[in-house]
């Protein structure tokens, strides 16, 4: 029995060694003297130290290896028969005498060796006699290393076409057979094994057994190497005997090793053209063996021959790779009811990376093994597992590398199935997965289904899904997915105005479930899609001969002031009014006046009722301002109408300077520069002035307050105003006035009240500079401020 102690062990191969090295030095002696019968004495003697049960697998390894070299230098012995002079026929016969048959059946196979070598026999008589003697050891440990010492001083000196031992036609299957049986009685010695000893230490036995299985396998790869072995050959001899053993042994350890052998050493075109014999093994393997994995070795290898050979893809259809392949894995998942769902997630990931390699062009081969998954992960909840979650993202990303074309990915129906099944997170993830390949590969998404369809994939970022909410969420996180969305929406395009339209209506059905967070990130680039839109339908009418047209310029305004209303309800009011103002240029520019004044007064409302904070309050009209002047649909009446309300809000802002700066900016609003603009230069001056005067009292208040008037700052922008409209020909503005507000900056500045200010002495040097400049240059504007002096 083997021992328990390791240093137990440590001291047994230790006296073997001794055992064998005492021996050897005698058969050395032996040799020199080229006496045979003492040579025959002590190699026996050594080799019985291999008889021991004592060792481990590991441990019997080493001492097999100093019984090995010495072996090695005995069969050179036995070749010079010059020597000992013994032929080798009768050699052959005299080492049948050793008196134990471990020894004896060592001696045989190295002599065996030698009489094939010496072709006085048939290499396929010597090998049968020797394989079928082999059989006295049925000791697993003995056994096995003793047919691998057998399968290795015979495997150059097998029968084979190109080997100088052929002997006929049939030697190649006479060679076969050899490899065959030896094979077949190594396994079974190999399985045996987990029947020795307790059940307590059988993973203690598994590790052994797991050490002495290349000693197996070795069988299998000098099968491969036989030249004579060709698909006919392989496919009704090798590979039917070979599936048989692995079948019938039912150990799950043999099994899994044995399979993943046959896959490793035979050649890709003999699997390919036996598949369907291959494949009918793997259900009837045992329900514990790792198919799953072996599976997927081997479409890996064949899905690699295929893409190294695309000679061969006709090969793959003439076989029907793919449907024996999908045939063999719901057979397996059949068979093996309790697999672990990531083990059948695996097998279709594999399944689908061969069919992405293998036949491309087959968007229903693809789609039908997400379906396949679909079947299995039905009536399921939501995937737990964060290995067969992880299983599912590779699935899904995986038509998505291969074809670099999220339209492609979109056609697969079962596609947003499998996505179904992702946990929220995960499902996130994909999405997140999706979006980076539209925009790396510039993908646009030019229909109206295909935009449903994708839509549906990225579900889990423009809605809360199973109940979670938008504050759990990390901020950082949830931003950079909304500006992914966003940057999406500017991939959909149609050149076709109604198909555009159309994919306009169905983003902002999508969108607008998105809830209050979510809305102020998505809107905007749906508002700018949709003004693109607008400006490319310039000039069209809403009605064609009483035939309604689907996309005009109206009716996407309609859709735009509802969208653009739900942020004012989600306390986004700046960007309502901001997007509002963007539509109204929009509408502007399509001549629309009725719809263009309709969103200034939902910019005004907004302004009046959301917007309180005095910052927001001064950016909001600035805008406005900005707007309006840029503004030349309107008649005179609504133009007076907007012109009254922002110069009314601009007086009324909480702090003098910006009501001074506000009131000025209006100016602008009654001094269009364009040709049919409008110039009422009377009320340009009634807004300088007006700002001059919120400028004193914002100066008293300072000196109130302070005690010092404070800087000059605002006095020197009116001062530029001023200067503008006085060189843009506004007859009201007198280069007296000019002079007057000079002389009062400099009354200021020198004043005692005032707080000295750098920035403004500079502002004001500045303009004074450029006042001196223009006089320099001459000219019509030069001759103007000739009359200034600075």
């Known amino acids: 029995m083997i021992g328990d102690g390791i240093d137990d062990e440590d001291k047994w191969l230790a006296e073997g060694i001794a055992g064998i090295q005492h021996n050897a030095f005698y058969m050395h002696r032996a040799l020199d003297s080229d006496n045979l019968r003492e040579a025959l004495k002590f190699s026996a003697q050594l080799l019985s130290e291999l ?11 080493e001492l097999y290896m100093r019984a090995f070299d010495e072996l090695r230098r005995l069969e050179i012995f036995f070749k010079e028969e010059d020597r000992h002079g013994c032929s080798i026929p009768d050699l052959y016969e005299l080492v049948q005498h050793a008196g134990n048959i471990l020894p004896r059946l060592y001696l045989l196979c190295t002599v065996g060796s030698v009489y094939i070598k010496s ?13 079928e003697m082999c059989r006295a050891v049925q000791h697993p440990i003995r056994g096995l290393f003793l047919r691998s010492y ?37 396994n079974k010695l190999w399985v045996r094994m987990q029947l020795q000893g307790p059940v307590r230490v059988k993973e203690k036995r598994d590790k052994e057994r797991n050490e002495l299985r290349d000693l197996v396998g070795k069988n299998l ?11 006919d050959m392989y496919k009704d001899t090798v590979l039917p005997r070979v599936l048989e053993q692995v079948v019938n042994c039912k150990d799950e350890l043999a099994q899994y090793y044995l399979m993943d052998c046959i896959i490793q050493v035979f050649p890709d075109e003999y699997h390919l053209q036996t598949l369907e014999t291959l494949l009918g093994a793997y259900p009837q393997l045992q329900p514990t063996v790792d198919i799953k994995t072996v599976l997927s070795q081997l479409m890996d290898r064949l899905s690699n021959y295929a893409a190294s050979s695309p000679e061969v893809l006709p090969e793959f259809l003439q076989v029907e790779a793919f449907a024996k392949f999908s045939s063999a894995i719901g057979k397996v998942i059949e068979a093996q009811a309790d697999m672990p769902i990531v083990g059948a997630i695996s097998l279709y990931v594999s399944l689908l990376t061969f069919t992405l390699r293998v036949h491309p062009d087959r968007i229903d081969y693809v789609d039908q093994v997400l379906g396949e998954c679909v079947k299995k992960l039905s009536g399921k909840s939501k995937l737990e597992d964060s290995k067969a979650t992880k299983q599912v993202v590779a699935l899904l990303s995986a038509p998505l590398e291969k074809y670099n074309d999220i339209v492609t990915a979109l056609t697969l129906s079962n596609y947003p199935r499998v996505m179904d099944h992702l946990d929220s997170g995960t499902n996130k993830i994909m999405a997140m997965v999706i979006i980076k390949s539209i925009m790396q590969n510039n993908t646009c998404i030019s229909t109206d289904d295909k935009v449903e369809v994708l839509f549906e994939l990225i579900k889990g970022l423009i809605k809360d899904l199973d109940g979670t909410s938008v504050d759990e969420l990390d901020e950082e996180d949830f931003k950079e997915e909304q500006n992914s969305v966003a940057r999406l929406m500017h991939m959909l395009y149609n050149d076709d105005p109604e198909e555009m339209f159309k994919i306009i209506c169905t983003v902002r059905k999508h969108i607008m479930t998105g809830g209050p967070k979510r809305l102020p990130f998505t809107v905007p680039p749906l508002v700018f899609s949709a003004l693109k839109l607008v400006r490319r339908l310039h000039g069209q009418e809403g009605e064609v001969d009483g035939e309604e047209v689907p996309a005009t310029p109206k009716k996407i305004f309609q859709l735009l002031n509802q969208t653009i209303e739900a942020l004012s309800y989600v306390q986004s009011p700046e960007l309502a009014l901001r997007l509002y103002l963007q539509c109204a240029e ?32 001064v950016t909001a009209i600035h805008l406005i301002i900005g707007t309006l002047q840029r503004m030349n649909v309107f008649g005179v009446e609504n133009r007076d109408t907007l012109t009254h309300k922002a110069t009314g809000y601009s007086a009324r802002l909480l702090k003098k300077p910006d009501q001074c700066r506000a009131v000025y900016a209006c100016s602008h609003l009654f001094w269009i520069d364009d040709q049919d603009g409008i110039k009422d230069g009377e009320r340009v001056l009634l807004c300088l002035k007006r700002s001059l005067r919120i400028a004193n009292a914002a100066q008293q208040m300072a000196n109130v307050a302070r005690g010092s008037n404070g800087p ?4 020197v922008e009116i001062l530029n105003k001023y200067l503008y409209f006085f060189e843009k020909e506004n007859t009201q503005i007198t280069s007296a006035a000019i002079q007057g507000l000079i002389e009062l900056i400099k009354t200021e500045m020198q004043s005692d009240t005032t707080t000295p200010d750098p920035a403004s002495d500079a502002f004001f040097a500045s303009v004074l500079r450029y006042i001196q400049f223009q006089k320099e240059k001459g000219g019509p504007i030069g001759e103007k401020y000739n009359t200034i002096n600075v």
């Open 51 to 61: 008889r021991t049960s004592r060792l481990s697998p590991h441990k019997y390894y």
């Open 586 to 617: 929009a509408a502007n520019d399509s001549d629309l006046e009725p719809v263009a004044y309709e969103f200034f007064t939902q910019a005004f409302v907004l302004y009046e009722e959301e917007i309180a904070d005095s910052k927001a309050q």
């Open 119 to 131: 072709k006085d026999a048939p290499a396929k008589d010597v090998l049968k006699d020797l394989v």
């Open 221 to 231: 790869h000098v099968l491969s190497q036989i030249e004579g072995v060709d698909l």
């Open 150 to 186: 057998l399968a290795q001083v015979s495997r150059d000196k097998l029968p084979d076409i190109v080997s100088e031992y052929e002997g006929d036609a049939d030697s190649v299957m006479d060679a076969v057979d050899f490899v065959l049986q030896n094979f077949t009685e190594m």
């Open 712 to 715: 000059v700052t605002l006095f």
